[in-house]
């Protein structure tokens, strides 16, 4: 497994040494003792849990600055999070998700391989965003199935002036990016690049959208809003 991990990394850009390798064995073990208790993850093959979420969460670690503060919304098991704070320690870290039983896991892991800098915060994306955390970061990052714009209007608001918001989005979205070009216009960001990214038999994108000016107030709306009245 340590081979696979070392490899599939180093495809997306993340050099591993020894202890961040053992580290990694360290939250698979904890990620399959935990899930036997509740609904983590449905990937439990180990090979599949180093390629679909280790180095799947690394393929950010090109387009990211050390010293920088990130926030994961929606961290579920605490991908991208805790790959990213694993492979970039000086990053500050937050992991923000609405379900405290996936917090109380991400803790454990956090407390088992001994990370600083690096908390958990539960609560709603659209609380969240309306705290002391709006715009405090200079990345948002979200692995979320739901749409760019929907996504954005939950994200963006995280993100400092200046500071970049990174989707994990499918191979094709062309269609997305354009759906959400208005909601992005009015959230105060706009798409600088999208990443392809190809490692084994992983084919997805990172949509980067920088934070041009500050989020207006009103958003983000609540989920009910959101699905009534998209940005448009």
């Known amino acids: ?35 036997k208790k509740m609904n983590l993850t ?22 990211i600055e050390h010293g920088k503060s990130l926030i994961d919304v929606g961290t579920g098991a605490g991908f991208p999070g805790v790959p990213l704070k694993i492979a970039m320690n000086s990053l500050n870290v937050t992991l ?4 405290k039983k996936r917090l109380l896991f991400a803790n454990a892991v956090i407390d088992e391989l001994g990370l600083s800098e690096i908390r ?10 309306n705290s002391e955390l709006r715009e405090k970061y200079d990345y948002a990052v979200a692995r979320a199935v ?31 990016v354009a759906d959400a ?7 105060g960001g706009t798409v600088v690049d ?3 990214i190809r490692f084994f038999d992983i084919h997805h994108s990172l949509i980067m959208i920088k934070k041009v000016r500050q989020t207006p107030p009103k ?14």
């Open 219 to 232: 958003y983000p709306r609540s989920p009910a809003k959101i699905a009534q009245h998209p940005i448009k």
């Open 42 to 63: 449905s990937i439990t093959d180990e090979q599949e849990i180093m390629v679909k979420h280790f180095a799947d969460s690394l393929s950010l670690v090109p387009f």
């Open 194 to 196: 999208i990443k392809e």
């Open 1 to 35: 497994m340590k081979n696979i991990l070392e490899q599939a990394a180093a495809e997306v850009g993340a050099k591993l040494n020894v202890t961040q390798i053992e580290m990694f064995m360290q939250y698979k073990d904890l990620l399959l003792e935990w899930n």
């Open 120 to 129: 958990t915060v539960h609560t709603r994306a659209e609380d969240g965003a």
């Open 181 to 187: 070009e208005a909601a992005l216009k009015v959230l």
């Open 146 to 176: 739901s749409r760019l714009q929907v996504l954005a209007e939950y994200c963006l608001p995280y993100v400092k002036t200046g500071g970049v918001f990174i989707a994990y989005k499918g191979a094709d979205v062309k269609i997305e």
């Open 96 to 99: 923000l998700d609405s379900l």
